[in-house]
């Protein structure tokens, strides 16, 4: 009679299934409210970074932004740098308000704050990801970019600003919770690391003192990495994967410390 | 068993801490059921709020070894966007129940026909409160939660929820909250008295019907939280 997973005493592998089969049921309903059944319905999931990502490529070629690029051409340069601020972006915009919007759920015993924070970061992930992809494969194919020179280190850095999104939009998302004024600080603070978190530029552009500075941002380790990968030694590239990891952890342990506070502070309307 | 243990809980308000329950203490066993009377801000839905898990005591603790529903016909959880099977799949995925074995319950209770396949945002109150309650009958839990001010709709529905809930799960244990003494003597084997955040509890239910009724006439001031 009892149903299965919810009665206690849970161990930690059963609180994991719960928490994966949760999960799952948090991502089919996200898509459906999100993207809806109609005209291309789920596919928007990477139709709208890919059309971000497009319109940042166009932009940057047509204005002839990039210099220095020297041998990578733009819309090289575009795609892996504007796909990997979506990473972190739209994983932390999107969590922004995602516990009060889904407050409800939460009447559902199985249903715990970091599930609605991790389900819509799983969603950002994917879509930025599948865009990356296609697009990547989509200039492959009509000759504009050449294959990555070292997939594994591709994957590494991909792997990298993932969770360096996670991480962030765990405690940024955590932290609309407490106030609103955090959402709204959220905003021009994303406006403004964007033209500083490398996916206009590598490090190397820059005067020593200035590539100092900008390497206290997690993020530019990651997208470094990422175009090592792509472009190999067409590019020198300056990254420290053991900081960026440092601070992902840092981020990691606060989110979800701030989460389970959450979760205690709730108020139902 | 579900044990409450000396659970207090204080929300923030404008006019500094307000504690809505104070140190509350409550054991219900497997199969077994409890009323618990109060006047409107008593605490009664603050109670089922935690005894649900939507929210966490202040301080104190509650130990469930039976799996508790959320409250019963409680449609805020609803999807407006997602259709009436929409909102059954999410659920049974949450709890672990297989969506197909519980379609033919939920449409024959809920007799919504076509609409059972259309947005909840075009449903009429009625139709939401059927769905609530099929919902929570689908996932078969141990323990319900009542909330008597939650359920509304007509006669019919309530006499149908009535054979669903107390002659089809009369094995299960509950919870029922309301204002109306007559309800919890009716249903109930055992009854509290909520006052003010206070847990009151009597041997039977005519004992606290009795305490209940001589409370004085003019609720004390309080707001619903």
Known sequence: ?269 | MIHIDGVSKSYHTRFGRRTVLDRVSLKLERGRNIGILGRNGAGKSTLIRLLSGAERPTSGRIVRNMTVSWPLAFGGAFQANLTGLDNLKFVCRIHGVDWRTKVQFVEEFTELGVYFREPVSHYSHGMMSRLGFALSMAVEFDCFLIDEAMVVGDRRFHERCHVELFHKRKDRAFVLVSHDPGVIKLYCERACVLVDGHLHDFPTVDAAYDFYNALPAAPPASVEV
């Open chain 1, 1 to 269: 009679m009892s149903t299965d997973g919810l009665s206690a005493p849970a161990g930690f592998r059963r609180s994991l299934t719960i928490q994966r089969r949760v999960i799952g049921a948090l991502l089919m309903r996200e898509v459906i409210t999100r993207f809806g059944r109609n005209n291309i319905g789920v596919l928007w999931l990477l139709g709208e970074p890919m059309i971000f990502t497009l319109g940042i490529t166009t932009l940057w070629t047509l204005a002839h932004l990039v210099h220095g690029a020297g041998s990578i051409p733009v819309v090289a340069f575009a795609v892996t740098g504007y796909s990997s601020v979506l990473m972190w972006r739209n994983s932390v915009g999107h969590c922004c308000g995602a516990v009060q919007q889904n407050i409800n759920l939460l009447y559902h015993r199985n249903v715990q704050v970091t599930d609605l924070l991790i389900t819509r970061i799983l969603i950002e992930v994917a879509g930025a990801t599948a865009s990356f992809i296609v697009l990547a494969s989509f200039f492959t194919a009509i000759g504009w970019l050449a294959p990555p020179v070292d997939l594994a280190l591709v994957l590494a850095g991909w792997l990298m600003l993932a969770w360096f999104g996670l991480s962030l939009a765990m405690t940024i998302g955590s932290l609309t919770a407490y106030s609103h004024l955090v959402e709204r600080l959220w905003h021009p603070c994303a406006y403004l690391l964007f033209p500083m978190s490398g996916a206009a530029f590598m490090v190397d552009w820059l005067p020593s003192g200035m590539q100092r500075t900008v390497q206290y941002l997690p993020m530019i380790h990651g997208v470094e990495l990422l175009r090592k990968g792509y472009f190999g030694n067409a590019v020198r590239t300056h990254f420290d994967i053991p900081y960026m990891a440092m601070c992902c952890t840092v981020l990691t342990v606060t989110g979800l410390f701030l989460a389970r506070d959450v979760s205690r502070r709730v108020e139902q309307e």
